[in-house]
């Protein structure tokens, strides 16, 4: 739930995304506070996608600013933001396919190193198995979150749609982000698996405070699952609320729900 008092982990202010001579985003504002699920829907080519590149760094916006925790990030490299506490997930699962899974999440704290450099690999300092074994541990802790336990020594290619977004979703979590970007994490996932994928997102967001952004094109999983939704149309947001407050939103309603309020 959301904490009170606290910083916005992610404040996106007036962005603007153009290709050529197409406005994707059009003066897009959101925030997201720590300990908030906020979710963002909108139909195709409503530039949920380029939102998304553009707060991950992945797309440098021609206009506003992208801030995290009250940093100006908005021309940052990903690999900064990553540092700063931003993850995502991809629409497309991305994971490596010829790593474990326990590998997959590994790699995604390596970036803090062991500390001692060169030397300490060398010989082993205890500085260096120290944070070996706290990388591990952690792993360890995210792979049994994520019921991915007895999978730990299995090659990640192949896997099945379900699992590799499990893997991912680990990967993203091993290294506690303080902002979670998650881009249609219930599509090809049958009911069981998704209500289980969105029970890790809420343990995430109450044991850690993580803010979340998330992308899907199932409604009804949004309106289960968020705080807060807000509504894009043609690079503009045109709503934004509870989900209680998107279901009755005319707005909405014509340009992205039709004519039925959705479930």
């Not at 906020?38 to 380029?50: E, P």
């Not at 995502?88 to 326990?102: D, H, S």
């Not at 990640?156 to 290294?175: F, H, K, N, S």
Request: aromatic residues 4%; hydrophobic residues 40%.
């Amino acid at each position: 739930m959301v904490r009170e008092g606290e910083r916005d982990a992610l404040v996106v202010t007036d962005v603007g995304v153009r290709f050529g001579g197409v406005a994707a985003l059009d003066g897009v504002s959101l925030r997201v506070a720590p300990g908030e699920i906020c979710g963002l829907i909108g139909a195709n080519g409503a530039g949920k996608t380029t939102l998304f590149d553009a707060v991950s760094g992945v797309r440098i916006p021609d206009t506003g600013r992208v801030e995290l925790h009250g940093r100006d990030l908005t021309s940052a490299s990903p690999q900064r933001r990553a540092r700063a506490g931003l993850r995502r997930t991809f629409q497309r699962v991305q994971v490596f396919g010829w790593l474990t899974v326990e590998d997959n999440l590994l790699v995604a704290s390596e970036w803090r190193g062991g500390g001692g450099g060169v030397l300490a690999d060398l010989v082993a300092l205890p500085t260096r198995r120290r944070r070996e074994h706290e990388r591990r541990a952690r792993a360890a802790e995210v792979l049994d979150h994520c019921g991915l336990s007895s999978l730990r020594d299995t090659s990640a290619a192949g896997l099945p749609i379900g699992t590799a977004r499990l893997v991912e979703l680990g990967r993203a979590l091993v290294d506690r982000p303080s902002v979670l970007l998650l881009d249609e994490p219930a599509s090809g996932l049958d009911a069981t698996e998704a209500e289980r994928f969105a029970a890790l997102v809420r343990r995430t967001r109450d044991e850690d405070g993580t803010a979340v952004l998330l992308v899907e094109h199932d409604v009804g999983f949004v309106m289960a699952h968020c705080d807060r939704v807000v509504v894009l149309h043609l690079g503009r947001v045109i709503a934004e609320g509870t989900p209680d407050e998107i279901r009755a939103d005319p707005a909405v309603r014509e340009a992205y729900l039709g004519t039925g309020a959705p479930t």
